[in-house]
């Protein structure tokens, strides 16, 4: 079945296979760094992507429930070599080690933010609350969200 979306901002056109994942297309025909699919469930939240803005695990949605809809990766976001406000203040914050989980996790703030720019910390506690993260644990990444919403601020 031929899909179409929006990608990053951009239309693609994919041939996906039936009971195809997202996360499965997306590894497939971009061979997209979408971290995670260690659970498979939805359950760690490393797969997240903004499907029209919500946090969605990847490793979980059929892909044909994304036609005509507007998909964002990390690599939509930034990268290493243009990264976002967001990745900088999360490596700034010390809330970022092995990287396993953060692209979700960057994913999901991107979405809070994107839905209400000035959260409360129960906001960002549950914008996080999808995530399995081992490392850092999450008070940093709660303070890293809290310095990203103070430094917009300061901007406006």
Do not use: W
Not at 96 to 101: A, D, K, L, M, S
Request: aromatic residues 6%; glycine residues 8%; charged residues 25%.
């Amino acid at each position: 079945m031929i899909i179409n979306f929006i990608l990053n901002g951009e239309e693609v056109n994919y041939d996906a296979y039936p009971g195809e994942t997202l996360f499965e297309l997306l590894r497939r025909y971009l061979h997209y760094e979408v971290k995670g699919n260690n659970c498979k469930t939805g359950e760690c939240g490393a797969c997240n992507v903004l499907i029209d803005d919500k946090p969605i695990p990847s490793c979980t949605l059929l892909v044909g429930k994304v036609i005509g809809k507007k998909v964002t990766t990390i690599k939509g976001i930034g990268d290493i070599d243009k990264p976002d406000l967001i990745q900088k203040t999360f490596v700034e914050e010390g809330a970022i080690q092995c990287g396993y989980c953060i692209p979700g996790i960057i994913i999901s703030v991107e979405g809070l933010l994107r839905k209400n720019p000035d959260p409360t910390k129960d906001d960002i506690k549950e914008s996080l609350s999808s995530h399995i993260c081992r490392c850092t644990g999450y008070i940093q990444q709660i303070v890293a969200v809290e310095k990203v919403i103070k430094k917009i601020k300061e901007v406006k």
